[in-house]
Every structure is written in structure tokens, then in C-alpha cells.
């Protein structure tokens, strides 16, 4: 592709639509040209921070000359934008934040329609551009830890811990496990291979039918290794989220959260990297740097033409976990 700059649209202005916007638009290699947004105030609010064309519509995005279109609505919403995209030929290039759809069914279509329509897709699952975790994944990847058996994982937050927020709320953020739990499931996706759930529960805490506190038990479907999964936004003491895992391998075990990375080998070494050891650095940090990476690395692989990973097809995994932690939680429950 030439080094003109290439043209990206952002639909939905929420809170990841604005970090995306505004991270996009200081890229030299990238030329912002349209916003979408429903709301006509936050509309208002984006004319006086994007110098750019802002529509109310998807379908107004047409005859701009796309490059790439960021989906940063919410996750409901995503099924149909998407779908719009691909079948308009709006652009050949699609980032879906988190996660790619509300069901695993959307989730397919999106994926087979991405096929036919689209050349580079990427899901935001930013935690694996987390330096932590990246360094994580080279450990498992050189064997450091030998044959991996079992892991704990955990996403937790006080986000509802005795919160007044309303049940609207929480649903609107699609429940615990759409919310917070997927990226711990993306995590295991990419450090395991695929897995399938074997047993689930989820708590309701906020209200009877609200999904609050979930845990869940898997397995690989090409060894023997075991995980269980605890998924909560209703406890105390998180300031922030925080997400990690408790790996255990025949030569040692790794503990990796956001900040930390612990490597404790049977051979009585030890190691310990935190976010600053591993060079934590980005030239424009908003969100965090894993953000300016995720979007740095989707336009590049654009411009090379280079396949990316979450794509739709990779991401569409954590919709089916997620389907069988509720198919597996609804029949415990019956």
C-alpha cells in the first residue's frame, strides 16, 4: 500500500470511541475523516475537539473512500453495524472492540461475512499487547515452564460492589462476562489453544436475572490440561479491574497479572518483571499503552497486508466460551 495516509472512521463515541479517536488522530499515517454518533450532544461535544466530518448514520460513511472503519458502539449494536459495513462495501478493514458480538451466532455471521467482504479485522482484546502478558505468551511459546497441566485465571472488580447503579446499567455493559471476563477468556484462547468449558455457575448479585459472579471449569481439546475461570465485578478492594493468571507447568509456574509478572522455576529460580522492566513505553499514552500499540499494530498490518490476530475468526472463540458458560450454568440450574 503507498504511504499516503490512510482514512479511518470511528462509529460510536462513547468512552473507547473517543480513546480510539483520539489516538488515531495523532498518528501521522492516518488521516481521521468521519465520525459516527447517534446522541446529537456528544455530536456537538466532537465538533469541538475532531476536525472532521460527523454523520448520524453508518451508512453516510459511503462514498468517503474508507480505508478502515473502528466499531466502538455498544455490543449489541455491533451485529448490524458490521453487517451494514461489510454489505455496503463502506471499507475493507474492520476493528470491533470487545467482544465481536452478543451471541456466538452473530458471531459467525460476522465472521463469515468478514471473509467475503473484509481484508484485515482485529477485536479489541488490548490485554494482548500488554507487555506483561506478551511476556507471558514468549515464556509458554519457549517452553520455559515445560508442559503446561493446569492454570487459574481471574478478571475481578469492585465496579457493583454495593453500588446504587441501576440493573440498566449493568446490563447495558452486557454482564460480567461480556464486560470484563472476556479478556481473560482471550487470554487463555491465545496462551492454550482452544478449549472447551466443562462445568459453570453464574451468580446473580445485582438482581435476579443480572449476571454478576461467574465461575467456570475447561479443558484443552488436544491435551489434558485443566483451568477454572472466577469472574466477578461485585467485590471489594479493586480500585481498578484486574485481570490474570496462575499458570502451573511440570518445570515451574508463572503468576501474570496487568502489572506484575512472577517465574518460579522446580529448579529453585526465580524471576519477577514488572511493567516498567519491561520497557512500558509509548510515545502518546491514553488508556494505557497497550491501546496505542493495539492501534499502531492494526495499521500497520493494514498498510502490509500482514493477518492479525484477535481477528473476527480468533475472537469469535470467546463468543462460544461464553455460550457455554450460560449453557452450562443454565443446566446445573434446572
Given at each position: 500500500m503507498s504511504e499516503e495516509k490512510l482514512k479511518i472512521a470511528v462509529v460510536g463515541l462513547g468512552k473507547m470511541g473517543i480513546l480510539h479517536?483520539?489516538?488515531?488522530?495523532?498518528?501521522?499515517?492516518?488521516?481521521?475523516?468521519?465520525?459516527?454518533?447517534?446522541?446529537?450532544?456528544?455530536?456537538r461535544l466532537a465538533k469541538k475537539i475532531f476536525k472532521t466530518s460527523i454523520v448520524d448514520d453508518v451508512e453516510k460513511l459511503a462514498h468517503l473512500d474508507i480505508d478502515a472503519v473502528y466499531v466502538t458502539t455498544p455490543i449489541p449494536s455491533h451485529f448490524p453495524i458490521v453487517k451494514t459495513i461489510c454489505q455496503e462495501k463502506l471499507a475493507h478493514n474492520l476493528?470491533?472492540?470487545?467482544?465481536?458480538?452478543?451471541?456466538?451466532?452473530?458471531?459467525?455471521?460476522?465472521?463469515?461475512?468478514?471473509?467475503?467482504f473484509s481484508e484485515i479485522s482485529l477485536v479489541g482484546y488490548m490485554r494482548r499487547f500488554a507487555v506483561t502478558f506478551k511476556k507471558a505468551k514468549e515464556l509458554l511459546t519457549e517452553d520455559t515452564v515445560g508442559n503446561v497441566e493446569s492454570f487459574k485465571a481471574y478478571a475481578l472488580s469492585s465496579d457493583f460492589h454495593n453500588s446504587q447503579k441501576s440493573v440498566k446499567t449493568s446490563a447495558a455493559r452486557g454482564g460480567v462476562l461480556r464486560d470484563l471476563g472476556c479478556h481473560v477468556v482471550d487470554?487463555?484462547?491465545?496462551?492454550?489453544?482452544?478449549?472447551?468449558?466443562?462445568?459453570?455457575?453464574?451468580?446473580?448479585?445485582?438482581?435476579?436475572?443480572?449476571?454478576?459472579?461467574?465461575?467456570?471449569?475447561?479443558?484443552?481439546?488436544?491435551?489434558?490440561?485443566?483451568?477454572?475461570?472466577?469472574?466477578?465485578w461485585c467485590l471489594e478492594?479493586?480500585?481498578?479491574?484486574?485481570?490474570?493468571l496462575s499458570i502451573s507447568g511440570s518445570k515451574?509456574?508463572?503468576?501474570?497479572?496487568?502489572?506484575?509478572?512472577?517465574?518460579?522455576?522446580?529448579?529453585?529460580?526465580s524471576f519477577t518483571?514488572?511493567?516498567?522492566?519491561?520497557?512500558?513505553?509509548?510515545?502518546?499514552?491514553?488508556?494505557?499503552?497497550?491501546?496505542?500499540?493495539?492501534?499502531?499494530?492494526?495499521?500497520?498490518?493494514?498498510?502490509?497486508?500482514?493477518?492479525?490476530?484477535?481477528n473476527f475468526n480468533t475472537a469469535?472463540?470467546?463468543?462460544?466460551?461464553?455460550?457455554?458458560?450460560?449453557?452450562?450454568?443454565?443446566?446445573?440450574?434446572?
Open positions: 479517536s483520539c489516538i488515531l488522530n495523532v498518528l501521522s499515517n492516518v488521516q481521521l475523516v468521519a465520525l459516527c454518533e447517534k446522541s446529537s450532544m456528544i455530536r476493528f470491533v472492540e470487545k467482544t465481536l458480538a452478543a451471541n456466538y451466532n452473530e458471531a459467525k455471521e460476522l465472521c463469515e461475512l468478514a471473509g467475503r487470554l487463555a484462547l491465545w496462551f492454550f489453544g482452544d478449549l472447551q468449558v466443562n462445568s459453570a455457575t453464574l451468580t446473580p448479585r445485582i438482581s435476579d436475572d443480572s449476571e454478576d459472579h461467574a465461575r467456570f471449569d475447561i479443558r484443552a481439546l488436544n491435551d489434558s490440561l485443566e483451568g477454572n475461570f472466577d469472574v466477578s478492594g479493586y480500585r481498578m479491574p484486574e485481570v490474570g515451574g509456574t508463572i503468576e501474570v497479572s496487568d502489572d506484575k509478572l512472577e517465574l518460579k522455576l522446580v529448579n529453585g529460580k518483571w514488572f511493567r516498567h522492566n519491561l520497557g512500558d513505553n509509548v510515545w502518546f499514552w491514553l488508556g494505557g499503552p497497550e491501546y496505542f500499540r493495539e492501534n499502531e499494530y492494526f495499521i500497520k498490518s493494514i498498510r502490509e497486508g500482514k493477518k492479525t490476530e484477535p469469535s472463540k470467546v463468543d462460544q466460551i461464553i455460550e457455554q458458560v450460560k449453557e452450562k450454568a443454565d443446566k446445573t440450574e434446572h
